[in-house]
């Protein structure tokens, strides 16, 4: 079964320090992989996607990911944390056509002063 | 960009009443869109697949009954809550896939709408 599995239901950084939000799936096939941003009663905005060009994936805010297939990883990270950033963060996995995605359960992201 | 629109973003209405709820592709078609609810501090669940001209697609655990979706165009689709109670109020968010065009297969996310039952 397609799963997606992120390691830190929360994360605190201080402002200005790198950001790492864990995130690995399940999967017998190529997945599209994605990673949202949801800030509090708002939907939910695409940071970045994966879908098999360039394993380093450059999104927005200075967001970046890599997919590791030997690892079946997909981790998020930005070099500096910004006070802007503090959301909740899904990792997200789509197999095919008009599947549905298949969502993590989420990384509250924290930004202290 | 592609947006979505969803209407109302929030709404509060008494226990036994119907809402509806719309999802609206705004500047591309969707032949599928798919409607999600999430309780709080908790991940998107899943609730159904609309298909355009026909009928919506449960998953298992949600009452088709309860929640009817109507796929009627291929740039909206409707949500209605049919005799809500306290224990439906949730985050209900949809979300569209193109499926023509330069961001064919992308999906967009609506902005999600905050149903609170009396």
């Known amino acids: 079964a397609q799963s997606v599995t992120q390691l830190d239901s929360h994360v605190s950084v201080s402002e200005g320090t790198p950001v790492l939000l864990r995130c690995n799936y399940s999967s017998s096939y190529s997945p599209s992989l994605f990673w949202y941003v949801q800030h509090p009663n708002k939907g939910l905005q695409l940071l970045l996607k994966?879908?098999?060009?360039?394993?380093l994936v450059k999104g927005i805010n200075g967001f970046e990911a890599e997919f590791k297939k030997s690892e079946t990883s997909f981790h998020l990270t930005k070099p500096s944390a910004h006070m802007s950033d503090a959301a909740e963060y899904f990792c997200?996995?789509?197999?095919?056509?008009?599947?549905?995605?298949?969502f993590g359960k989420g990384t509250r992201l924290s930004v202290i002063a | 960009g592609a947006v979505v629109s969803q209407h109302p973003s929030w709404v509060i209405c008494k226990s036994g009443t119907s809402v509806k709820i719309e999802c609206r592709s705004l500047d591309f078609q969707a032949t599928t869109m798919f409607w999600y609810r999430q309780f709080p501090k908790q991940s998107l669940m899943l609730m159904a697949t609309s298909n355009e001209g026909s009928k919506a697609t449960y998953e298992q655990g949600v009452e088709k009954d309860k929640f009817l979706i109507n796929h009627a165009s291929l740039t909206l689709s409707t949500l209605t809550v049919t005799s809500a109670h306290p224990e439906d109020s949730s985050f209900y968010i949809c979300?569209?896939?193109?499926?023509?065009?330069?961001?064919?297969?992308?999906?967009?996310f609506g902005e999600g709408s905050r149903l609170t039952v009396l």
């Open positions: 979300s569209a896939r193109a499926t023509v065009g330069r961001t064919s297969g992308e999906l967009f």
């Open positions: 997200v996995v789509s197999y095919s056509g008009n599947t549905p995605l298949v």
């Open positions: 994966y879908t098999s060009a360039a394993t």
